[in-house]
């Protein structure tokens, strides 16, 4: 993931400067926060990460364009930290800030755990999906109205399995697609229009994916 792109999509690459983090990031940010972030810099997908680069002023100066880019987070000092701490972690480790949620044994997942990686008003998605070894898989949606959606379906080091548009029918989505380097991997959805995702099922499969 090229991270020049991640700065532009936050418009926030005159604040980078060095290693020099402003605050502790030790509290962990709450999940809406994570999905916000990671949803909100989907055109950021293909920017590279640098351990080198850093804030300079911090928080004060980067709320800022933070609002710009997500102007929900008005009035909301809590959600801009947070926003900005995730964003620091991305850029300090070079990879996605951990989610506490266990992975369903089954890979289904349905109801309030789905609620938990949505935001709200535009029903983007951002879903941390385990761990896969290399293979043949197929992703079933269940929608509540047929939509055509955007899926991503992302490494821990940014790579893309998945990034493609598709038109539900029945409102069910079917996705086949090949893991080729094992590691840990996150599902991002955003419907052309508000759905809500009522099903996500990830199941391995025999047959080759063309």
Known sequence: M??????????????????????????TAFTESVVIFNTICAKCHEAQCSGRLSFDDAFERSSDHILRY???????????????????YMKEKCAYYP???????????????????????ARNYFIPVGNFSPG??????ELEKDV?????????????????????SDQRINIPFLIEEPGDYYFRMYPREAVELIRLTI????????
């Open 136 to 141: 043949a898989y197929r992703i079933e949606l």
């Open 203 to 210: 199941t391995p499969q025999e047959s080759e994916v063309h």
């Open 70 to 88: 997500y102007g929900q987070a008005s009035g909301k000092q809590w959600l801009q930290k947070e926003l900005f701490d995730i964003l620091y």
């Open 2 to 27: 090229k991270w020049q792109s991640v700065i532009r999509c936050l418009g926030l690459s005159g604040l980078f400067l060095f290693i020099s983090p402003a605050f502790s990031t030790e509290d």
């Open 148 to 168: 055509k959606v955007t899926a991503h379906l992302i490494s821990e080091e940014f790579e893309m399995a998945i990034d493609d548009c598709y038109q539900s």
């Open 99 to 121: 989610m506490q949620s266990p992975v369903p044994i089954k890979r289904i997942w349905s109801g309030d755990i789905l609620e938990k990686f949505t935001t709200l008003m």
